[in-house]
Nanobody
Framework: QVQLVESGGGLVQPGGSLRLSCAAS????????MHWYRQAPGKERELVAS???????NYPDSVKGRFTISRDNAKKTVYLQMNSLKPDDTAVYYC?????????WGQGTQVTVSS
């Protein structure tokens, strides 16, 4: 049984930081590309960070320089360090494990940026 369990979300003030974690089980973690997506109310789900099985990272311009994705293959965990948070970063954040042809999603963790 495959599980991706996100944690670390919460309420933070603008300019603050949060670190999200996604713990995987039931998959050969180190062969998967890992991704963080987010979805705000009324908006489509969007990709915010990716890391390949080899450790190459990629970010959209909206978060580049503020968000950092990393992975610990021994712990089967992927992280998202989010700094300089803005109200526009408010969303449910989802972890996604992907191989060619398919993948798995976590249940999401809420991040709210508000004063």
């Amino acid at each position: 049984q495959v599980q991706l369990v996100e944690s670390g979300g919460g309420l933070v003030q603008p300019g603050g930081s949060l670190r999200l974690s996604c713990a995987a089980s039931g998959i050969i973690f180190n062969i998967y590309g890992m991704h963080w997506y987010r979805q705000a109310p009324g908006k489509e789900r969007e990709l915010v960070a990716s890391i390949t099985n080899g450790g190459t990272t990629n970010y959209p311009d909206s978060v580049k320089g503020r968000f950092t994705i990393s992975r610990d293959n021994a712990k089967k965990t992927v992280y998202l360090q989010m700094n300089s948070l803005k109200p526009d970063d408010t969303a449910v954040y989802y972890c996604h494990a992907r191989l060619t042809g398919g993948g798995y999603w976590g249940q999401g963790t809420q991040v709210t940026v508000s004063s």
